[in-house]
């Protein structure tokens, strides 16, 4: 009879328990007591804050709770609702109670009931949508209130390992697996939803300046949701970065950390459609930030509700441009040349593009500009590969670019030097010629050198002159020291390994010959270590090239001249010498040098003619000390080309008897234009032959006399000025000068 009535009463207990007693062992918190106790008074358990009624009864229901979540029911429920449970369920997350280890309980239990919500609710079309703000604000922040209470235990990215049993009574790690959970089950619709929540609460607990809580709950968002998903996370990321565009610089510099470690984490490609926004983005906040350091406030509000510190917003700066490279790492070849483009164009470059409007900063902000941009640059050309440097690095690039190696800024100068020496360096050699310095056996080093491809022989054809311009330019100024001189020797080994063919190599030579000579004739515009320096600059690198060329003559030679000056003028130590007086034996000899190339097939014409390089416009528009300078200048040099300027002859007066007389001769034109075509083609179609190659014959003849005239000028040139001479019939000539001898004024001169 007994049996009888406890089965009868077991029909009466809720569904969900029956089938999880149906299907899981009876659970041993359950055991301890009847189940009559857990009959149909379970909400008023779990809506109950006292604590004096029996705790036991609450965790078992949630117990329960997750048993019954785990069922697949043959026949969906349309009328049973959740929200109660979301509800009740945080609250016992957020548990304050005294003692400890009933505190610790109780906050499990809510999150396993959460847990249990998740899974019921959240494949179930027919339940409400769990992904709602209103369910999602109550879920996210209660997992995060736990997950941040064990904020000392790593996060066990990129998948949680199997736990011990003491791990898994601990909330912390029974949150990031249900945390986990939750955003692993998160369609594309529904990632918004789920991450600002945690925007939120990081920032009504200010968990952004601490930077730790922040990267951990990104790095477990990153690490579970579906990699395709990436993106969606990174744009919420800048948006919120854009929200708080005129926080403190530590909140700031919190955001960029996170998006630092959520960029290292997403897949290749995740930053998504929108590429140059993202960087678009993270380059405004960068100008940004430059603004409120030099103007000492945030746009229009009063400096005295906010004190800015110039310390943090640099290291807001830095985190930026980490964060840029960051994702420059993730995007294929092709893309990130678009970004090297995007950020060159939004560099102010004096003469190519205009200067950014500032909020107050003036000249000093556009200098701190170009100086963050390009170091910007200089993280995404890091680890930089591309086959085919032609399409890779245009003329929209390299020319902006090489124009700031003009510039008499320092700190600019070395930024452009690190930047060519990352593009240039394809087979990771930059590290061996980090320092100038005399090796003996170059096979020691294990370069990795390949032929010079067809793309390179058509890229150094169209910018090497340009290149070595630029190298020699950068070596006369007197603001360069050791830093700038350890990138120009990087910067020749670099393009004789990876970019040299037979006639880069002789016009390599001809350059290093003529940093000798510009060492020899600087000694009222360099100073001493300066001079000393582009004296070790050219010795090192005739050392490099020497070797790479494989020429024994040539290798002796500048192994000759070595050891005489280590013996005789040990000039590389500037500091041992105030003066230097070098010749014979101690330099290196452009006549021997051509000699012995000459021998082993190397065509030395252009050897034999000493390197001087060109200057253009270019270098009247960079070298300035200031950016004002160079707008002035442009305003001067565009102001005397103003046609205003000019004479101007009196203009016609305009009738209407002219504008008759202009149509009826252009109607007149036409016609006779059409009846010479008329007889050409009827001559060419009637006449005999030798008529026509009689014409045709004339033709060529008065073409090829007018050949001959231009032939003979350019040969011949006119008389120069520059002197006469006496034949021997005592009748005086003019002196016949090749044009290449001619003194030509500066301003002729192009």
Not at 335 to 351: A, N, Y
Request: aromatic share 6%; net charge neutral; charged share 25%.
């Amino acid at each position: 009879l007994s049996a009888g009535v406890c089965g009868c009463c077991g029909a009466l207990r809720p569904r969900y328990k029956r089938l999880v007693d149906n299907i899981f062992p009876e659970d041993p918190e359950v055991r301890a007591f009847p189940l009559s106790q857990l009959h149909s008074s379970e909400r008023v358990y779990l809506q109950s804050n006292s604590p004096r009624l029996p705790l036991k009864p609450l965790i078992c229901n949630c117990i329960y709770f997750v048993k019954f979540a785990n069922i697949e029911e043959d026949t969906p429920s349309y009328h049973r609702s959740y929200d109660f449970f979301v509800s009740r369920f945080s609250e016992m997350c957020h548990s304050s109670y005294e003692d400890p280890d009933i505190r610790t309980k109780i906050r499990m239990a809510g999150i396993k009931g959460l847990q249990g919500v998740v899974r019921k609710t959240v494949n179930d079309e027919l339940q409400a949508n769990i992904w709602d703000p209103q369910h999602m604000d109550k879920i996210v922040p209660s997992l995060l209130f736990n997950l941040q209470s064990g904020e000392g235990t790593e996060s066990r990215s990129p998948s949680p390992l199997q736990a011990s049993k003491k791990e898994k009574e601990s909330p912390a790690e029974l949150t990031e697996r249900c945390f986990r959970e939750l955003l692993g089950r998160a369609a594309y619709g529904n990632i918004k939803n789920a991450v600002t929540p945690v925007l939120m609460h990081l920032d009504n607990h200010s968990l952004w300046e601490g930077k730790t809580f922040a990267v951990r709950c990104f790095k477990i968002i990153m690490y579970s949701i579906q990699s395709q998903h990436s993106h969606l996370v990174i744009q919420q990321l800048l948006g919120h970065l854009d929200a708080n565009s005129k926080s403190s610089a530590t909140v700031r510099a919190g955001i960029v950390e996170v998006l630092l470690e959520a960029a290292a984490i997403a897949a290749s490609g995740s930053v998504g459609p929108t590429v140059l926004e993202v960087f678009n983005t993270l380059l405004r906040h960068l100008r940004l930030s430059v603004d409120y350091e030099l103007t000492g406030s945030y746009g229009c509000t009063n400096i005295g509700t906010k004190i800015i510190k110039e310390h943090e917003e640099r290291q807001l700066q830095e985190a930026v441009i980490r964060t840029i490279g960051s994702f420059a790492n993730t995007l294929p070849t092709y893309q990130r040349s678009e970004v090297m483009l995007f950020i060159m164009g939004k560099i102010p470059i004096p003469g190519m593009h205009p200067m950014l409007h500032s909020t107050g900063s003036g000249p000093e902000g556009n200098r701190m500009i170009q100086v963050m941009l390009l170091k910007s640059l200089r993280q995404v050309t890091c680890g930089f590969q591309t086959t085919n440097m032609l399409t890779a690095l245009p003329n929209s690039f390299l020319d902006p670019l090489l124009s700031f190696a003009l510039l008499e800024d320092a700190e600019i100068r070395l930024l452009v030097l690190e930047i060519l020496v990352s593009l240039i360096d394809r087979h990771n050699n930059l590290p061996k010629f980090s320092t100038i310095s005399i090796i003996s056996d170059i096979s020691v080093l294990k370069l990795k050198v390949d032929k010079c491809s067809r793309q390179d022989n058509l890229f150094m054809k169209k910018h090497a002159q340009h290149l070595y311009r630029h190298i020699y330019l950068c070596s006369k100024e007197q603001s360069s020291v050791q830093p700038h001189f350890e990138k120009l020797y990087s910067l020749l080994a670099l393009i004789s390994m990876e970019l040299a063919n037979e006639e880069v190599v002789v016009d390599l030579i001809r350059v290093a010959l003529a940093l000798q000579d510009l060492a020899l004739s600087s000694e009222e515009t360099l100073s001493v270590y300066n001079r000393c320096a582009v004296h070790a600059l050219s010795s090192a690198y005739l050392n490099l090239i020497s070797q790479l060329t494989t020429v024994p003559a040539f290798c002796q030679h500048v192994h000759e001249v070595i050891e005489m000056r280590q013996k005789e003028s040990p000039y590389l130590l500037p500091e041992d010498r105030l003066t230097i007086k070098l010749e014979g034996e101690l330099l290196f000899q452009q006549a021997k040098i051509t000699e012995v190339l000459g021998g082993s097939g190397y065509n030395t014409e252009r050897l034999a003619t000493p390197y001087v390089p060109q200057f253009t416009d270019e270098d009247r528009l960079s070298k300035r000390k200031s950016i004002g300078e160079t707008i002035s200048l442009q305003v001067e040099v565009e102001s005397r080309n103003s046609p205003e300027k000019e004479e101007r002859t009196p203009a016609e007066e305009i009738t209407f008897e002219t504008l008759k007389n202009a149509i009826v001769d252009s109607v007149g034109v036409e016609e006779q234009e059409k009846e010479r075509r008329r007889q050409v083609v009827e001559k060419f179609q009637k006449a005999p032959f030798e008529e026509i190659a009689a014409h045709c014959g004339a033709r060529a003849t008065m073409l090829q006399s007018k050949l001959n005239q231009i032939f003979e000028i350019t040969i011949r040139p006119p008389p120069s000025p520059s002197g006469t001479i006496t034949s021997s019939y005592g009748q005086t000539q003019s002196r016949s000068v090749p044009v290449y001898e001619m003194k030509f004024p500066d301003l002729c001169v192009y």
